[in-house]
């Protein structure tokens, strides 16, 4: 089973662990029966692909364990898991930050028949199924789409997640889970001396995009803190754990006059941008587990 490291845990040596846990499991099936991988045992015990069938009920019993989707507790419309089943088979892979009618259609006309989503169907709360909701659910439905959402699970994970992908893209490294929400730990930090003005040309380079700097902290960085997505709003928290420089993707206006009462330089990459690379990196793991084939469905929100 694979553990998420409690606050102040080195995640450099966890993450070792998770991936060695990862090929252990791989090696663990037996070379000539891979009952639960892309091939099938015949009744001789020769592998036959003739009759090979990845399944959903296998990707998502196996994402509930890689994530720990029934342990990690999450907010409720995050709704964690399989959001909507097909008939069974899955030949391709999609990955995409939100569901939405774009990328449900694109999914598609890709011919993907697995979706995986950070945000999923649900963010909004109960709504009527009328309109262009009832649109895309029925093309769903009438496609045989699978779409499976992995929030918190995915935010966390000490090689999947993506503050960890983004703190490896950084070259962060010996970095330490810290900020407790919902019982775990949600973001990084890493004692680093860097150029603001440097990270902030890294974290572009790492999101192919533009980074607002709130220049309001010290020019040369000592303890950095990474929480993906929307965390601007958690920087009086942030503050009170010895940050000096804050990374996330999103935060309200009042964010940045709290910046500078606290002193903290805040860079603000994009709640989308922050938040490609979990599911990319599951989708990616996935695809190498089971042999399948897989594509990003990129539809920036602008946010």
Same mark, same amino acid.
């Given at each position: ?5 409690? %606050? ?11 991936? @060695?846990?990862?090929?252990?499991a ?5 070379t +000539? %029966? &891979?009952?639960?991988l892309?091939?099938r045992?015949?009744? =001789?015990?020769?592998?036959? =692909? ?6 959903v009920? !296998?990707?998502?019993d196996? %994402?509930?364990?890689?994530?720990r989707? +029934? ?15 097909n008939?069974?088979a899955?030949?391709?892979? #999609?990955?995409?930050?939100?569901a939405?009618?774009?990328t ?10 697995f979706?995986?989503v950070?945000?999923?169907?649900f963010w909004?709360?109960l !709504?009527?199924?009328?309109?262009g909701?009832?649109?895309m659910?029925? +093309?769903?439905? !009438?496609?045989d789409?699978?779409l499976?959402? /992995?929030?918190?699970p995915?935010?966390?994970?000490s ?5 960890a992908?983004?703190a490896?893209a ?11 929400? &919902?019982g775990? %730990?949600?973001g990084?930090?890493? &004692?680093? !001396?860097?150029?603001?003005?440097e990270?902030? +040309? ?7 995009g533009?980074? &607002?700097?709130?220049a ?10 990474l929480?993906? #997505? ?11 754990e010895g940050?000096?420089?804050f990374?996330? #993707?999103? /935060?309200?206006?009042w ?9 903290? @330089? ?12 979990g599911?990319?990196a ?11 084939p897989?594509?990003f469905l990129d539809?920036p929100?602008?946010?």
């Open positions: 089973m694979v553990v998420t490291p409690r %606050c102040g845990v080195r995640a450099s040596s966890v993450g070792s662990r998770v991936e @060695n846990t990862l090929r252990t791989q090696r663990a099936v037996p +000539r %029966c &891979k009952e639960n892309h091939l045992c015949s009744s =001789r015990g020769v592998l036959s =692909r003739t009759d090979a069938m990845v399944t009920p !296998q990707l998502v196996y %994402c509930r364990d890689l994530l989707v +029934r342990e990690i507790e999450d907010w409720p419309n995050a709704l964690n898991g399989l959001q909507i089943e008939s069974g899955v030949t391709r892979i #999609g990955a995409a930050v939100d939405s009618s774009r449900i259609d694109a999914a598609i006309e890709h011919g993907i028949n979706l995986i950070h945000h999923g169907l909004p709360g !709504q009527p199924i009328t309109g909701r009832r649109r659910l029925e +093309r769903a439905f !009438q496609h789409l699978a499976y959402g /992995a929030h918190l995915l935010d966390v994970h090689v999947l997640g993506n503050n992908q983004l490896s950084l070259g962060f490294e010996n970095t330490e889970p810290f900020f407790e929400q &919902k775990q %730990c949600v990084l930090k890493v &004692k680093a !001396q860097v150029s603001r003005v990270l902030g +040309r890294k974290l572009e380079d790492s999101l192919g533009a980074v &607002k700097l709130f309001a902290g010290p020019e040369q960085t000592e303890t950095i803190g929480i993906t #997505g929307g965390a601007g709003s958690e920087i009086y928290a942030v503050g009170r940050i000096d420089t990374i996330t #993707g999103e /935060a309200p206006h964010a940045a006059v709290a910046a500078e009462e606290l002193g903290i @330089n805040l860079l603000l990459g994009g709640h989308y941008a922050t938040e490609t690379f599911v990319k599951l989708a990616t793991h996935l695809a190498d587990r089971f042999d399948l897989w594509e539809f929100t602008g946010l």
